[in-house]
């Protein structure tokens, strides 16, 4: 069972648009989301995270929603640039725990 | 600061052969460590951690194996290798309980 489910597995942006990567979990004891980049042949990289206590985290051109009612978080990337095309995970995990929940991620292409 | 190393690269080994990944963290004592798989169009699956030499935590029942023989390197191993041990293979490392975690380069494995 997928406690954290990304449902797109892409997403295809013009350049200078807004991207949306949507995230939702199915646990309510996750208190702490965080989102990962990822390159071909490459490990992830941390993105941007969010506490539960928050409702949006801003990184420049990153923020991150969470709407805990709705067990939902996005990332928006605005402007989207062709070097943000990768693949996005999300992650969650609960106070204390070693051990993120990742989902499968969504590969976003922005096309010039 | 802290970097992480894994090797090999890529690696192709024929089904039923042994297998060594090593994975080592430099500027930093006593990290968490972890092992993932991301197998083609699959998220990161959680393989193996780590919160100390000698303490191995296995999240998936599998061929495969992992040790900590020192504080900062991390093996992944198998006796016999599956077709379905092909994959992209992560390590990561961090300090605290839910901090974000590093990743390493990742190692392609393909087996035939």
């Known amino acids: 069972d997928q406690q954290v489910k990304q449902n797109s597995p892409s997403l295809s942006v013009q350049e200078g648009r807004i991207s949306i990567l949507n995230c939702d979990y199915t646990?309510?004891?996750?208190?702490?989301f965080l989102w990962y980049k990822k390159y071909p042949a490459e490990g992830p990289t941390f993105l941007i995270s969010?506490?539960?206590?928050?409702d949006k985290n801003e990184d420049g051109r990153f923020t991150v929603f969470l709407n805990k009612s709705a067990k939902h978080l996005s990332l928006h990337i605005v402007p989207s640039q062709p070097g943000d095309s990768a693949v996005y995970f999300c992650?969650?995990?609960?106070?204390?725990?070693?051990?993120?929940?990742f989902g499968r991620g969504t590969s976003l292409i922005v096309h010039p | 600061s802290q970097t992480i190393h894994q090797w090999p690269a890529t690696l192709v080994q024929p089904v039923g052969s042994p297998l060594s990944l090593e994975c080592t963290v430099e500027?930093?004592?006593?990290?968490?460590l972890y092992w993932y798989r991301q197998a083609a169009g699959r998220g990161l699956q959680l393989l193996f951690y780590?919160?100390?030499?000698?303490?191995i935590s296995s999240e998936v029942p599998q061929n495969l194996s992992a040790s900590r023989p020192q504080d900062r390197q991390f093996i992944l191993s198998s006796k016999k290798l599956l077709l379905s041990d092909s994959g992209f293979y992560l390590c990561?490392?961090?300090?605290?309980?839910?901090?974000?975690?590093?990743f390493g380069p990742g190692t392609r494995l393909t087996v035939l």
């Open positions: 780590s919160v100390g030499i000698g303490q």
């Open positions: 969010i506490s539960s206590i928050k």
């Open positions: 990561a490392w961090n300090l605290d309980r839910a901090d974000t975690q590093y």
């Open positions: 500027g930093t004592s006593n990290p968490n």
């Open positions: 992650a969650a995990s609960e106070g204390g725990s070693y051990i993120p929940t």
């Open positions: 646990n309510s004891m996750f208190d702490y």
